[in-house]
């Protein structure tokens, strides 16, 4: 067996183990889910910071970790947006007074980089938490589980926008996308990842409606145009997210953040797509009172 070979296997072994894993946690263990999803952010702003001295800056990384992890509990205990700015706030003080203590050279890059972590991994993705939470509807039943159902809709729509990327990609790519930051990613590629998103999209609205006639309140009960508006900005926002994580490791020359899922890297190599998407998707919902 090649090397190659070896590398798709257990890419696809680890990738069978932990989806049904992480789909049950959040489907049926709120609190488990938010344990996860915020020990699975903190080794992502852990892997920022790696990668930023990877880049030859020198972050204050363990106050920046400890940032993030309050803005996720923050985000569990409070399920409120507004808590999490103040914390945001506390943070750059925080920051700010670490660094003037230490008076360390470069404190101005520093401090940026420190801040940037905290607030690209540690706030975006704090969002799922507040997702997890939402319930969607006043119905009283013991079966609403549209607080897992927004979890779910985000993360099957990324992926099937980075899946049809891939083959559409490898299928029909020849006009490369922005060959200077992701030399594979090509136009046709993007398009296909946009229009298995739509599919998938519809197929979820279907799906939602079929669970509703048995009493299952999963997938919210949008329409038809909000499905579609949602799959499109989804999926753009996920290649816009994918570039941005290519970009960062680009420029740090590493080809992943780190090994934490066998075959796929790092947290950021695995999620990148949502950490853009998980806030414009959650604010979409709340200011179009969805």
């Known amino acids: 067996m090649s090397a190659e070979s070896g590398s798709r296997k257990l890419r696809y072994i680890s990738a069978a183990v932990a989806i049904p894993i992480g789909v049950a946690i959040c489907i049926f263990s709120p609190v488990g889910f938010i344990i996860l999803a915020t020990v699975l952010i903190n080794v992502g702003v852990v892997e920022f910071y790696a990668m930023a001295r990877n880049r030859g800056f020198s972050p204050h990384s363990i106050i920046g970790t400890l940032c993030s992890i309050g803005i996720c509990l923050l985000a569990w205990l409070s399920n409120n947006p507004l808590s999490m700015m103040y914390a945001l706030v506390a943070a750059v003080v925080i920051i700010f007074t670490l660094a003037m203590v230490r008076n360390c050279r470069d404190a101005m890059i520093n401090i940026s980089v ?10 975006f993705a704090s969002h799922l938490i507040l997702l997890r939470q939402m319930s969607g509807v006043s119905e009283t039943t013991p079966f609403n589980l549209m607080g897992a159902g927004y979890v779910i809709i985000l993360l099957v729509l990324l992926w ?10 490898i299928g029909w790519g020849k006009h490369k996308l922005i060959p200077s930051i992701s030399p594979n990613k090509t136009i046709e590629g993007a398009i296909g990842g946009i229009i298995l998103t739509v599919i998938g999209a519809a197929v979820l609205k279907e799906l939602g409606l079929l669970l509703r006639s048995m009493g299952i309140l999963f997938f919210p009960d949008f329409t038809y145009p909000v499905y579609l ?4 900005g989804i999926a753009i926002t996920g290649q816009i997210g994918d570039l941005c994580e290519s970009y960062l490791k680009r420029d740090a ?3 992943d953040t780190g090994n934490l899922f066998p075959g796929h890297g790092g947290f950021l190599d695995r999620f990148d797509s949502l950490l853009i998407s998980a806030p414009l998707y959650y604010y979409f919902l709340q200011f179009a009172n969805l």
Do not use: C, E, N, R
Request: net charge neutral; no cysteine.
């Open 114 to 123: 420190t801040l940037l972590g905290i607030i690209y991994v540690g706030w």
């Open 160 to 169: 099937l926008g980075d899946g049809g990327a891939f083959f559409a990609g």
């Open 229 to 232: 508006l949602l799959a499109v």
């Open 253 to 255: 020359g590493l080809k």
